[in-house]
């Protein structure tokens, strides 16, 4: 069979306001990861950060902030032989403290309003402001004044500086870290079992009944040591509305596997929904170390334990 030339068709550009042909094409649609917020953007389409730098900054703020209560209770039995007003000796303390403990809920809501770079660099500065001003004081009324000051913007520096250090990693980078087979998905259904097969069985079985898993986490016979890093890798996905715990074991005891995760519960103390399925060697007593410390009733098939979980996330 012999082939025939290749014929280049012309295509029609569209014009421009100018009567020029148009070459740059439509619009680009406006992505996830174009969003300025790191919150906003998936860890598929972050934006490249130098994380080394900004992890250094961060501890550096850290630093900042917690050196001050070594300084101050150093130097102040100076600062009060100077400027008298022992009466108020441990108000320097008191008002720092009271301040921070105060504006830390706060600087939380407005780090998830606007963003919480711009929430930590206005803590940051309001913390040196109150720290030039402490320096500054000529009395003890007003450095008590200033420590206040100083403890509005303490409350955002090592709070939100823990956070940034958390959002600086994907949630596979600190399971890498810690050993764990763990891969984000879009669900909103968290997933804890034994084994590759099983985990992706009972992944299969959540989206046969309409649901869909928030992850691929299997942790083995390692789950009585792991089972709390494991956990709170499942719990730091916020998409995540109820957990089914699913444990099947021939020669892996389902008793050692059960006592990590309920330990591991108890220490965390989450309050979404969560559903165990356990069948194996030791399934008796897993199920008794369920029903008595988490007074919960383990289902008798997976199936129906992943229904519960499916109709709980809905």
Wanted: charged fraction near 20%; aromatic fraction near 8%; include cysteine.
């Amino acid at each position: 069979m012999r082939l025939g030339k290749a014929q280049i068709v012309p295509v029609a550009l569209a014009a421009d306001s100018n009567g020029e042909p148009d070459r740059k094409g439509p619009e680009r649609p406006t992505m996830p990861y174009d969003s300025a917020d790191p919150t906003m953007v998936s860890a598929t389409h972050r934006r490249k950060t130098h994380r080394p730098l900004v992890l250094a900054a961060l501890i550096m703020a850290m630093f900042m902030a917690a050196i001050e209560a070594t300084i101050v209770a150093t130097a102040l039995p100076t600062i009060a032989a100077k400027l008298g007003g022992l009466a108020l000796y441990s108000w320097v303390f008191s008002a720092f403290l009271l301040m921070q403990a105060v504006s830390i809920p706060i600087y939380g809501k407005l780090s998830d309003l606007f963003g919480r770079k711009h929430v930590f660099i206005v803590g940051i500065l309001i913390f040196l402001v109150g720290s030039a001003l402490c320096g500054m004081a000529w009395s003890m009324p007003a450095l008590v004044a200033f420590r206040f000051i100083q403890g509005i913007g303490a409350g955002a520096v090592q709070p939100l500086a823990t956070t940034l250090i958390g959002d600086l990693y994907t949630l596979e980078e600190r399971g890498r870290e810690l050993g764990l087979k763990y891969i984000e998905l879009p669900g909103d259904i968290g997933v804890l079992a034994n084994g590759a097969g099983l985990t992706m069985t009972t992944m299969d079985v959540i989206e046969h009944y309409g649901g869909a898993p928030a992850n691929f986490l299997e942790i083995g016979g390692e789950a009585y040591t792991k089972a709390t890093a494991a956990l709170e890798l499942v719990l730091a996905n916020p998409r995540v509305k109820s957990l089914i715990v699913n444990f099947c074991g021939a020669f892996a005891r389902t008793d050692v596997m059960a006592e990590g995760v309920v330990r591991a519960w108890e220490t965390l103390q989450p309050t979404l929904p969560v559903f165990f399925s356990v069948h194996g060697t030791g399934e008796e007593e897993a199920v008794r170390l369920i029903r008595e410390r988490l007074e919960l009733e383990p289902f008798d098939r997976m199936e129906d334990a992943v229904r519960a979980a499916v109709a709980a996330a809905r």
